[in-house]
């Protein structure tokens, strides 16, 4: 074989396989993974046109992978005890694949249950043990009724976009 069509071929094979390489990388900012929406008895026995509290909250991690992994640690912890809070409905999470981007729903039966629940000891140590995790973060709460549940992420990202305020504000997201 001559040494012009072995490096042709060799180019073109670093070629492809930086373009693979290439797609992934801005594939994976591009995909999202969400579990099902969680709903609690309690919510399922409630009328349509009830209202309740939907807050969601959305973060982006500081690039350490320490610090995010802390985050997760503290996350997690949190979403093994929703179900314990008095006047918890529902909840969803979703995540950007490898880009340390996560967004959280729940739903709450009015908004003394909701600021129970930030305010209370397991979501509390999160916030104060992990937000030197967070690069950038947006909150929201709304009233919506059972029958518009689970909001779809595309709902959530125009009222966001409309209604989130900055966790990292001093002032603070108004719950």
């Not at 999202?32 to 973060?59: C, G, N, R």
Request: contains cysteine.
């Amino acid at each position: 074989m001559s040494g012009c069509v072995y490096h042709r071929r060799k180019r073109h094979t670093v070629c492809r396989t930086m373009f693979v390489v290439a797609l992934g990388v801005w594939l994976s900012g591009c995909i999202y993974v969400s579990q099902p929406f969680t709903k609690s008895d309690a919510l399922k026995a409630l009328p349509a046109e009830q209202s309740v509290i939907v807050s969601v909250t959305h973060v982006v991690l500081q690039k350490d992978r320490a610090q995010a992994q802390r985050f997760w640690d503290y996350n997690q912890r949190v979403v093994d005890t929703l179900a314990e809070n008095k006047g918890y409905l529902g909840h969803k999470l979703r995540l950007r694949l490898f880009s340390g981007e996560a967004w959280t729903m729940t739903v709450w039966e009015d908004r003394v249950a909701l600021s129970q629940f930030i305010f209370g000891d397991v979501h509390d140590t999160a916030i104060m043990e992990a937000m030197n995790s967070v690069a950038d973060g947006r909150s929201f709460t709304a009233s919506v009724s059972v029958d518009q549940l689970p909001l779809s992420w595309s709902a959530a990202e125009k009222l966001m976009d409309e209604k989130g305020r900055s966790l990292l504000d001093a002032r603070g997201p108004s719950y």
